[in-house]
């Protein structure tokens, strides 16, 4: 087949539009990468499709400058996901391939990771020992070269110069030496013999030879286990069949710092090189894991977000672990996807099992569950014979508390200390304290940036705003009347000192992320932990993502109360899925645990049906609750943000925008309203939220409505960005 002669081609430029370049004879794919001319830039774009014709003047047609590939980085399954995600996220597709990619790659690197190696046969030595071949010192040379070992190409030409490429052929022609393509780039990380996993209980089984079956079509599981449960070997075993079967893995995990036991696990488990994609890669580390999963070299991919369009030689399975977690939403930059939705829309494309982890699946997933789009699997039984902990909930009202720490659950700890057990104290709030306070004349140090309160810092001797990172020396006196300040409420920094002083000698360990700032130190807290010399561990979001700590028998949750009462409709569901998570800490081992939830508000029906019902009651309510609010999953929604200098052109565009819309049919328009927290980082902030009842119109709309948006006058003086399914609301 003659190479097509129009290459539309996908550009990172936010104009929503492919751009038509004239082949000059390559032999292009779609999916191969491909520089250009670009206005007075040259850019890097892939090959999205190719053409015989376009609409562009011939005059005004450019010429491709430089194919990048010869074969495709992304491939048919992947292009068709990119396209997919363009149309459902309604961003510029030439940003979508461009978010999908390394940016090596962005910027033309190769993606080959091959290397030619030469080496000499048996028949070459032979003629060698007898002074082969014959008047050529050249080719003689060649020969001896290859004598002892095998060598690159580019070891060749330093060797011999550049005429060595010449003396190949005729040596080749007779067998004497021969050439391979050997994937190049650091060996395989010494992996010892595959380890063996402990036997199944009969749910893992059930749920693994159920998944097992449905390798090689699509199919989508919620595996929905209790904290402890043994998720993590179904994983291990689908991961192992579908390997058996000669296909690859591709394993999603939240955070890849806070996991380390996942990557452990599957890096122990099989003997084949795995490739490790999070945020933390240097931009040549990322490009060297890229290309040993697009190689084929690695046959597992564990990744975070943007791993979902990672390159995977014959794909076998997905799996996302905690699927649930809020940061599989991208949600800043322009291009806002669910790297768990787009888990499953891959898997339907390249038909293959998906499976979506979590003790506490998100609602929407039991919602698919339920509309039997999605098949459940349980895991009901705690590993290890452990009891499911006893929950129960302290009013504060009720009793006295220091630092927070109620008089009841301080008497709990020291019972539990006693009983030889180790005991975790869960707050949702790092520093010293939140809020600094004259109490002479009530003034309250502010964040000069955003409509937020500056949080103690006392070790550090600094006042911080969480949401910008401004900081500044904490203050003694009131810069206002000159009177003492005092530091109000409680961070986990402020628990730890009350906790050690209540507890005196009993060794503390603080897990928060002014802690843990540097690798290794995660793992170095958790060591602490896990070896029993501290007792007491204290910490934030950052105790409940993964970490085994057997010999916990107690929790605290310090205060369940914020959530309970929040705009957003999916704080409830948040809080749930927290003290769920974090109760999962207590009693991993052989003993039962105990788990206290403080509260002034032990009545909440919230509270009271998860602790009465579990989380499956709480699912229950509070999707009838979501159904009868017309909020999703019973309804779509899509939101337009956007930041100004001032709140006055922050609401104007929305403003216009919303009278653009008029009155569209089955779109219900709220807002546009200024953020809870309006001002952050010196810009203001606002939403409208558009709400529809189905998908179909929500796009359509929006379709006709988007382009008309970035037209509009007021729109050059903010900055805005549309989130399809987003998960904060404000
Ligand atoms: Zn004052
Ligand atoms: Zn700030």
């Not at 409830?572 to 899925?577: G, K, M, N, V, Y």
């Given at each position: 087949m003659p190479?097509?002669?129009?290459?539309?081609?996908?550009?990172?430029t936010p104009l929503?539009?492919?751009f038509?370049?004239?082949?000059?004879?390559?032999?292009?794919?779609?999916?191969?990468?491909?520089?250009?001319p670009f206005?007075?830039?040259?850019?890097?774009?892939v090959?999205?499709?190719?053409?015989e014709?376009?609409?562009v003047p011939a005059e005004?047609?450019?010429?491709?400058?430089?194919?990048?590939d010869d074969?495709?980085?992304f491939?048919?399954?992947l292009?068709e996901?990119l396209?997919?995600a363009?149309?459902?996220?309604?961003?510029?597709?030439g940003e979508?391939?461009?978010?999908?990619l390394?940016?090596a790659?962005?910027?033309?690197a190769s993606?080959?990771a091959?290397?030619?190696r030469?080496?000499?046969?048996?028949?070459?030595r032979?003629?060698?020992l007898?002074g082969?071949?014959?008047?050529?010192p050249?080719?003689?040379?060649l020969l001896?070269?290859?004598?002892?070992?095998?060598r690159?190409?580019?070891?060749l030409?330093?060797?011999l110069?550049?005429?060595w490429?010449?003396?190949t052929?005729?040596?080749?022609e007779?067998g004497?030496?021969?050439s391979?393509q050997?994937?190049c780039g650091p060996?395989?990380?010494?992996s010892g013999?595959?380890?063996r996993?402990?036997a199944l209980?009969?749910?893992?089984?059930?749920?693994?030879?159920r998944?097992?079956?449905s390798?090689?079509?699509f199919?989508?599981?919620v595996l929905?286990?209790?904290t402890?449960?043994?998720?993590?070997e179904v994983?291990l075993r689908?991961?192992?069949q579908?390997?058996?079967?000669?296909r690859g893995?591709?394993?999603l995990?939240?955070?890849?710092g806070?996991t380390p036991q996942l990557?452990?696990?599957f890096?122990e488990?099989f003997g084949v090189p795995?490739?490790?994609?999070?945020s933390g890669?240097?931009?040549?580390e990322?490009?060297?894991?890229w290309?040993?999963a697009?190689?084929?070299?690695a046959?597992v991919v564990?990744?975070?977000?943007s791993?979902?369009?990672?390159p995977?030689?014959?794909?076998?399975?997905?799996?996302?672990?905690e699927?649930?977690?809020?940061?599989?939403?991208?949600h800043d930059?322009?291009?806002?996807?669910s790297?768990?939705d787009?888990?499953?829309m891959?898997?339907?494309?390249?038909?293959?099992?998906?499976v979506?982890?979590?003790a506490t699946p998100a609602?929407?997933?039991?919602?698919?569950?339920a509309?039997?789009?999605?098949t459940?699997?349980a895991?009901t039984?705690?590993?290890?014979?452990?009891?499911?902990?006893?929950i129960?909930l302290?009013?504060l009202?009720?009793?006295a508390?220091t630092?927070g720490?109620?008089?009841?659950?301080?008497?709990a700890?020291?019972?539990?200390?006693g009983a030889?057990g180790?005991?975790l104290?869960?707050?949702n709030?790092?520093?010293?304290?939140p809020t600094l306070?004259?109490?002479a004349?009530g003034?309250?140090?502010?964040c000069?940036?955003?409509?937020a309160?500056?949080?103690?810092h006392l070790g550090a001797?600094e006042?911080?705003?969480h949401h910008c990172?401004?900081h500044?020396?904490?203050?003694?006196?009131c810069?206002?009347c000159?009177?003492?300040?005092?530091p109000v409420?409680?961070?986990?920094?402020?628990?730890?000192?009350?906790?050690?002083?209540?507890?005196a000698g009993?060794?503390?360990?603080r897990?928060?992320r002014?802690v843990?700032r540097?690798r290794?130190?995660?793992?170095?807290?958790?060591?602490?932990?896990?070896?029993?010399?501290?007792?007491i561990?204290?910490?934030?979001?950052m105790?409940?993502?993964?970490?085994?700590?057997?010999?916990v028998t107690l929790?605290v949750v310090?205060n369940a109360d914020?959530?309970?009462?929040?705009?957003?409709?999916?704080a409830?569901?948040?809080?749930?899925?927290t003290?769920v998570?974090?109760a999962?800490?207590?009693?991993?081992g052989t003993?039962?645990?105990e788990v206290?939830?403080?509260?002034?508000?032990p009545?909440h029906?919230?509270?009271?049906?998860?602790l009465g019902?579990?989380?499956?009651?709480f699912?229950?309510?509070a999707?009838?609750e979501?159904q009868?609010?017309?909020w999703?999953?019973f309804?779509?929604?899509?939101?337009?943000?956007?930041?100004?200098?001032t709140?006055?052109?922050?609401l104007?565009f929305?403003?216009d925008?919303?009278?653009?819309?008029?009155?569209a049919r089955?779109?219900?328009?709220?807002g546009p309203?200024p953020a809870a927290?309006?001002k952050?980082?010196?810009?203001?902030?606002?939403q409208?939220l558009?709400?529809?009842?189905g998908?179909?119109g929500?796009?359509?709309?929006l379709?006709a409505w988007?382009p008309?948006?970035?037209?509009?006058?007021?729109?050059?003086?903010v900055r805005?960005?549309?989130?399809?399914?987003p998960m904060?609301?404000f």
């Open positions: 190479p097509a002669p129009i290459l539309r081609v996908a550009l990172p929503r539009q492919l038509d370049y004239r082949n000059p004879g390559h032999p292009m794919r779609p999916g191969m990468r491909v520089r250009v206005g007075r830039q040259r850019l890097v774009g090959v999205m499709a190719t053409a014709t376009t609409d005004r047609l450019k010429a491709v400058l430089q194919p990048l074969r495709p980085v491939d048919a399954g292009l996901l396209r997919w363009a149309g459902y996220y309604h961003h510029p597709i979508v391939v461009a978010a999908a390394p940016k790659l962005r910027l033309g993606v080959s091959w290397e030619e030469w080496h000499i046969t048996p028949a070459g032979a003629a060698h007898a082969e071949p014959k008047r050529s050249r080719r003689q040379a001896a070269a290859l004598l002892g070992t095998e690159t190409a580019a070891e030409r330093e060797q110069g550049e005429s490429r010449a003396a052929r005729p040596l080749a007779r004497w030496i021969e391979a050997v994937p060996p395989p990380a010494q013999p595959p380890g996993g402990p209980n009969e749910e893992q089984r059930a749920a693994t030879e998944i097992q079956a390798l090689g079509r199919d989508a599981f929905q286990g209790v402890g449960s043994g998720k993590t994983y689908v991961t192992e579908a390997l058996a079967l000669g893995a591709l394993v995990v939240p955070e890849i806070l990557v452990g696990r890096r488990r795995l490739a490790v994609l999070h890669l240097t931009d040549p990322r490009l060297l894991a290309r040993a697009f190689t084929g070299h046959r564990l990744g975070t977000r791993a979902v369009f990672a995977v030689a014959d794909l076998g399975v997905i799996i996302a672990d699927e649930h977690d809020a940061s599989y939403k991208q930059g322009g291009f806002r996807y790297a768990r787009l888990a499953v891959r898997a339907r494309g390249a038909a293959v099992p998906v979506l982890g979590s609602l929407e997933t039991l919602h698919n569950v509309a039997g789009r999605y459940r699997l895991l039984r705690r590993a290890a014979e452990a009891a499911p902990p006893r129960a302290i009013d009202r009720a009793h508390h630092a720490l109620s008089t009841p659950a301080a008497q700890i020291e019972r539990h200390l030889g180790q005991a104290v869960f707050l709030r790092r520093g010293y304290a306070l004259c109490t004349c003034w309250i140090a502010p000069r940036d955003c409509d309160r500056l949080t103690v001797r006042l911080r705003c990172g401004a500044a020396p904490l203050p003694e006196r810069p206002q000159g009177f003492a300040v005092k409420g409680q961070g986990t920094e402020r628990l730890e000192e009350a906790l050690a002083q209540r507890f009993v060794p503390c360990v897990l928060d002014d843990v540097r290794g130190d995660l793992e170095a807290a958790v060591q602490r932990v896990v070896s029993g010399e501290g007792r561990l204290v910490g934030t979001q105790v409940t993502k993964g970490h085994d700590f057997p010999n929790v310090l914020q959530g309970l009462f929040s705009t957003d409709f999916r409830p569901e948040r809080l749930a899925q003290i998570q974090v999962g800490r207590a009693g991993r003993r039962p645990g206290l939830i403080q509260t002034e508000f009545d029906p919230l509270l009271t049906g998860l019902e579990g989380y499956e009651g699912a229950r309510t999707l009838a979501r009868q609010a017309a999703p999953p309804t779509r929604l899509a939101a337009v943000r956007d930041s100004a200098r709140a006055e052109a922050a104007q929305l403003t925008a919303r009278a653009l819309a008029g009155g089955g779109i219900r328009l709220l309203v927290m309006a952050r980082a010196g810009r203001f902030h606002a409208l558009l709400e529809s009842p998908r179909g929500l796009h359509q709309f379709e988007l008309r948006l970035e037209e509009l006058p007021s729109a050059r003086r805005w960005a549309l989130d399809v399914d904060e609301l």
